[in-house]
């Protein structure tokens, strides 16, 4: 009889598997073929219920865990997004607050603002808006490590603080020039040298703080602006400016420091006989410096100088119908004052004068005549009692001029000493100026800058960059490759003619037309009257005879001229035979010359990338002569709407002249700023640099 077998067990391959959740058995089939130590235990997938319990609790963790981190990430997300936003509109406005502060340095008249401009104040109350609303986000709160997912925002803080003291830099900055312009009669005339060369070491400290904060700026603004597209403000040419500015500070307090003497000349051009460089020099000063301080100074009559000058140098040919040897007192033949000032430098310092104690100058300063008349309507009349003069600004010139000449017809050695008593007199009042005029003669300084009554050199580079940077060094503009644009400059040079510049009433006329093709035509008109009457002294009567030279773009060229003439120059020494050397300068210029058959009377010369032509003039008492020269010169390419016509005017300093510059756009095209097809500009007194700036548009 067989055993009785369960149901449940009636397969070999059938394992019994109970139900962890229903307390019951379920049946699974071993696959045949497969070994049952090879299945897996299958029972390992159904736990005890507490085991169970304990997944589910895992699980619940899990998910609570993925929810906080994914919450906290979409809240990081927010806060960067909104931050980012918030530092854009943060740098825009910084941007902007920053490019306002831009117009307020490039409106201002000179390098810096004064201190007291109004817009000084407005930006200092919109930065101060602006760090409260830094101050209250949350980087600035004390998260500074979520500034790594903010770029921006590492970049705003850094901004602000660099803004902000760049601008309280700025404004140090502005104080102190301010200071500076209103102390500069004591420290030249109170012995305050030390006290000079102090302010100007501080002055030079902020201008490197102020450099580096704006290179920083540079960097930030010009970084974000392109990877970014924030509308930020582009920087202006600071950093140049001030690299310029500083070396210009350590050049001038390296001469005025020095415990040795420096020689500085002062040059009292006389405009009544008119050199391209100013006016004739007929004598000057050697002022002495050290520590700050003037030691002394010395009037010269220019012959204590060019007597004991033992080198020989060949005229220029104009010069050649008075002179034999070229020597200090017609130096200022450049119309480029640098270039006189170096040629006037180098004769006087070849004088045995200066040779044998071995004196050498740091540099020129050349004063027109105004500058005397302008200082004694400031200060009042003088006094000159042993020559029982009394000296204003009205007759200052003529009283000088007379004692001078009268001197010299009696060929007294000691015609110009009268030069020397006014200077002595005027200085004596200088010392005790009010406040009220001190505050005058600060502001005519810069009046006499603006006019080239003052124009100045100096040896050292530093210091003459920097001058020539500010427009107070008196040299010439020249034209640069592609120059889109006209330039003019006249130099006239009174020979032979005594004193009679003083009695000449000028009227000069420049007419130009731009031409659709590019070129452009010029014409020029030279009116000049001679104004002395009989009872005039005369030096003043004498015929005014002038050589004029028309400085024009490089090659420009003769069209037409009319009422000029040719001067026969017979040399008056023999420039050949070895004695007499030429200047490097005036060959260069001279081997050039050229003249027209068509109109002999005039000459062509090139000079330092311009083109001359030029003339005489001889006007005799009463009279009124006209010169005319027409040119024309071709621009690189023709305009086009929205180009920059550009119009450069040079004035000679010292001369007096009625100007009216008239200006034609090209066919179909107007002036934007003229409001029309014709530009003028009409002065008496213009500045010693004008410089008009056209854009052609569409009629």
Request: charged fraction near 25%; avoid cysteine; proline fraction near 3%.
């Given at each position: 009889m067989e055993a009785h077998v369960p149901k449940k067990n009636i397969s070999p391959h059938m394992r019994d598997i109970k139900s962890a959740s229903r307390g019951s058995y379920e049946y699974a089939e071993i696959p045949v073929g497969v070994r049952e130590e090879n299945v897996r235990d299958t029972r390992a997938a159904y736990s005890s219920p507490l085991l169970a319990g304990k997944r589910t609790l895992r699980v619940s963790r899990l998910r609570t865990v993925l929810a906080v981190v994914g919450g906290i990430l979409m809240l990081l997300v927010i806060f960067v997004i909104s931050l980012t936003v918030f530092e854009r509109n943060f740098m825009v406005s910084l941007g902007k607050s920053f490019a306002q502060f831009q117009e307020t340095l490039t409106d201002s008249g000179f390098a810096y603002p004064r201190p007291d401009d109004a817009r000084f104040d407005s930006l200092k109350t919109r930065i101060e808006a602006l760090k409260k609303e830094q101050g209250n986000s949350l980087v600035a709160r004390g998260l500074p490590l979520l500034q790594s997912f903010v770029p921006l925002a590492q970049e705003s803080v850094e901004a602000l603080s660099h803004v902000e003291s760049f601008t309280g830099g700025m404004f140090e900055l502005a104080r102190t020039s301010d200071a500076f312009q209103k102390g500069i009669t004591g420290y030249l005339f109170e012995r305050k040298g030390e006290e000079?060369?102090?302010?100007?070491?501080?002055?030079?400290?902020?201008?490197?703080?102020?450099?580096?904060?704006?290179?920083?700026?540079?960097?930030?603004?010009?970084?974000?602006?392109?990877?970014?597209?924030?509308?930020?403000?582009?920087?202006?040419?600071?950093?140049?400016?001030?690299?310029?500015?500083?070396?210009?500070?350590?050049?001038?307090?390296?001469?005025?420091?020095?415990?040795?003497?420096?020689?500085?000349?002062?040059?009292?051009?006389n405009t009544a006989e008119l050199r391209p460089g100013g006016g004739f020099i007929g004598s000057y000063v050697d002022v002495v410096v050290k520590r700050g301080n003037v030691e002394r100074i010395t009037v010269h009559d220019i012959n204590d100088a060019d007597r004991v000058i033992h080198t020989f140098t060949v005229p220029p040919r104009p010069l050649q119908l008075i002179v034999r040897n070229w020597r200090a007192a017609d130096a200022n033949w450049f119309f480029d004052f640098p270039e006189s000032a170096r040629t006037f430098l180098s004769m006087l310092e070849s004088s045995a004068l200066?040779?044998?104690?071995?004196?050498?100058?740091?540099?020129?300063?050349?004063?027109?005549?105004?500058?005397?008349?302008?200082?004694?309507?400031?200060?009042?009349?003088?006094?000159?009692?042993?020559?029982?003069?009394?000296?204003?600004?009205?007759?200052?010139?003529?009283?000088?001029?007379?004692?001078?000449?009268?001197?010299?017809?009696?060929?007294?050695?000691?015609?110009?000493?009268?030069?020397?008593?006014?200077?002595?007199?005027?200085?004596?009042?200088?010392?005790?100026?009010?406040?009220?005029?001190?505050?005058?003669?600060?502001?005519?300084?810069?009046?006499?800058?603006?006019?080239?009554?003052?124009?100045?050199?100096?040896?050292?580079?530093?210091i003459q960059s920097f001058l020539e940077f500010q427009s107070v060094a008196g040299a010439a503009?020249?034209?640069?490759?592609?120059?889109?644009?006209?330039?003019?400059?006249?130099?006239?040079?009174?020979?032979?003619?005594?004193?009679?510049?003083?009695?000449?009433?000028?009227?000069?006329?420049?007419?130009?037309?731009?031409?659709a093709d590019g070129?452009?035509?010029?014409?020029?008109?030279?009116?000049?009257?001679?104004?002395?009457e009989k009872k005039d002294p005369w030096w003043y009567r004498a015929p005014n005879q002038t050589y004029v030279q028309v400085i024009a773009p490089p090659g420009a060229e003769l069209t037409w001229s009319e009422g000029g003439m040719a001067k026969r120059i017979e040399p008056r020494a023999e420039y050949t035979n070895g004695i007499y050397v030429r200047n490097p300068q005036l060959a260069a210029i001279e081997n050039t010359r050229k003249t027209n058959e068509e109109f002999p009377y005039v000459e062509q010369f090139d000079a330092d990338g311009t083109r001359i032509f030029a003339t005489w003039m001889r006007v005799g008492v009463g009279e009124t002569k006209k010169t005319v020269i027409e040119y024309t010169h071709r621009l690189h390419a023709p305009l086009a709407e929205g180009d920059t016509y550009r119009f450069v005017f040079d004035k000679q300093p010292g001369a007096k002249s009625s100007y009216q510059f008239l200006i034609s756009a090209p066919p179909g095209f107007?002036?934007?700023?003229?409001?029309?097809?014709?530009m003028k500009y009409i002065s008496d007194d213009p500045d010693g640099r004008v410089v008009l700036d056209l854009t052609p548009v569409k009629d």
């Open positions: 000079l060369i102090a302010h100007l070491r501080e002055f030079k400290d902020l201008v490197s703080r102020v450099e580096n904060d704006h290179e920083t700026l540079a960097s930030i603004f010009g970084t974000l602006r392109n990877a970014s597209a924030l509308d930020l403000p582009a920087m202006f040419p600071l950093s140049v400016d001030a690299k310029r500015l500083v070396s210009f500070l350590n050049a001038a307090i390296t001469l005025l420091a020095s415990d040795e003497e420096r020689h500085l000349v002062v040059i009292l051009g200066y040779t044998k104690p071995k004196v050498s100058f740091d540099g020129v300063l050349a004063l027109t005549p105004r500058v005397v008349e302008d200082m004694l309507q400031v200060i009042g009349a003088v006094k000159i009692p042993e020559y029982d003069l009394t000296l204003d600004h009205k007759n200052v010139l003529r009283e000088v001029q007379r004692v001078v000449q009268e001197g010299q017809a009696k060929k007294s050695g000691a015609s110009k000493d009268i030069l020397s008593a006014a200077t002595t007199a005027v200085l004596q009042r200088m010392s005790l100026l009010t406040d009220e005029e001190k505050k005058k003669i600060n502001q005519q300084i810069f009046e006499w800058v603006r006019t080239k009554d003052i124009v100045v050199y100096a040896k050292p580079d530093g503009f020249k034209p640069e490759n592609g120059f889109r644009g006209d330039y003019l400059g006249i130099a006239r040079a009174s020979i032979g003619a005594e004193k009679s510049d003083l009695m000449m009433q000028e009227k000069l006329v420049f007419e130009s037309s731009v031409g070129v452009v035509k010029n014409a020029i008109s030279i009116e000049r009257t001679h104004g002395a107007i002036w934007q700023e003229a409001n029309g097809p014709l």
